[in-house]
């Protein structure tokens, strides 16, 4: 098994983000990366799947979207050059956004139908082959050397099947979070067999059909953002959408994952990282207060950070 491809989900409009939202897409919202040059976050994204040895990115837009991420790597990286001429790390950075736009596909989701249905829309450029899912509004920062996608690639192809990343969750947050159970794998510390899913479930279902044996009580295994897919979930979503009974009605992944452990062998991984959900008030701080304590300024940062916190302390509240 071989992961080579990765489709990442970006046609959601971040209603969240509204107004900034409805002027620039949440996916190209700027942060500032670790190795302090300052990228939309679709572009973070990107590289950490290609760094993960994906070979081949599809991106889920809404209508029109693709026109604005091609001018933007386009136009970014000769901006560069000219303002920044014969500047080493300009040079290089100009060399990555071109190598990343030769990589990147996109397709269109006519409709906002749901996440399972912008999964489904991707189903050409998947062809046949198990791919890499990431959210366009999500950042990772990993615990260890791997990046995150890296982590559960690696399980996925020694494994040779489906793997949804997890992360163990706090009983008071999982009705934000599909949320699952499962068994420990012997010999593997931290991958589980999936046995059963549910889409935000409340505290009650979860302590009677999501207990997890080992876990720390009160904690759950919910879902961390990514997972490596096979093709079979296609024509799972497939059904769905045929039996839908309502135009407005959204078809989530949620439930093609659950059918999908159903049909095959499908583990969990509990990743060594921590998600930022951009999307959330104050998501954007979090993350980039984060990318900026995991890079080369994070001295520089923490002294920043600290001389704020107290300059605030100082100040009459007004």
């Not at 994906?54 to 790597?73: H, L």
């Not at 006519?110 to 912008?118: D, F, I, K, L, Q």
């Not at 979860?206 to 044996?213: K, N, S």
Request: aromatic share 8%; with cysteine; charged share 25%.
């Amino acid at each position: 098994m071989q992961v080579r491809k990765a489709v990442i989900t970006a046609a959601g409009r971040g209603v969240r983000q509204y107004p900034a939202s409805d002027t620039v897409q949440k996916a190209m919202l700027p942060l500032v990366d670790r190795d302090g040059l300052t990228k939309p976050l679709i572009q973070i994204i990107a590289e950490e799947a290609l760094e993960s040895g994906i070979e081949e990115i599809c991106i889920v837009t809404a209508p029109g979207d693709e026109e604005i991420y091609r001018k933007y790597f386009r136009a970014y990286g000769e901006n560069l050059l000219v303002a920044f001429k014969g500047v080493n790390w300009a040079i290089e950075q100009s060399q990555r956004l071109r190598e990343l736009e030769k990589r990147l596909r996109f397709v269109v989701q006519p409709e906002p139908e749901g996440y399972g249905h912008a999964v489904w829309c991707a189903r050409d450029f998947v062809a046949d082959e198990p791919f890499l899912l990431m959210l366009g509004d999500h950042l990772y920062i990993s615990g260890e050397q791997r990046r995150c996608a890296h982590q559960i690639i690696e399980i996925a192809v020694s494994q040779g099947c489906a793997v949804f990343a997890v992360q163990a969750t706090r009983e008071h947050l999982i009705s934000c979070y599909g949320t699952l159970s499962g068994k420990r794998v012997p010999g593997m510390p931290h991958v589980y067999e999936v046995e059963h899913i549910i889409e935000k479930p409340t505290p009650t279902l979860a302590e009677t059909h999501l207990q997890v044996p080992g876990l720390r009580v009160g904690y759950y295994l919910c879902f961390f953002g990514m997972h490596v897919l096979t093709p079979t979930i296609f024509g799972i979503l497939e059904e769905h959408i045929s039996k839908k009974s309502r135009v407005d009605e959204e078809i989530q992944l949620t439930p093609a994952q659950h059918e999908l452990a159903q049909r095959e062998k499908v583990l969990a991984l509990e990743t060594k990282g921590t998600r930022y959900d951009i999307g959330v008030r104050y998501g954007a701080l979090r993350a980039q207060i984060a990318l900026a304590l995991s890079g080369a300024d994070r001295d520089l940062v923490l002294a920043e950070l600290l001389e704020l916190v107290l300059q605030r302390q100082m100040q009459p509240l007004q």
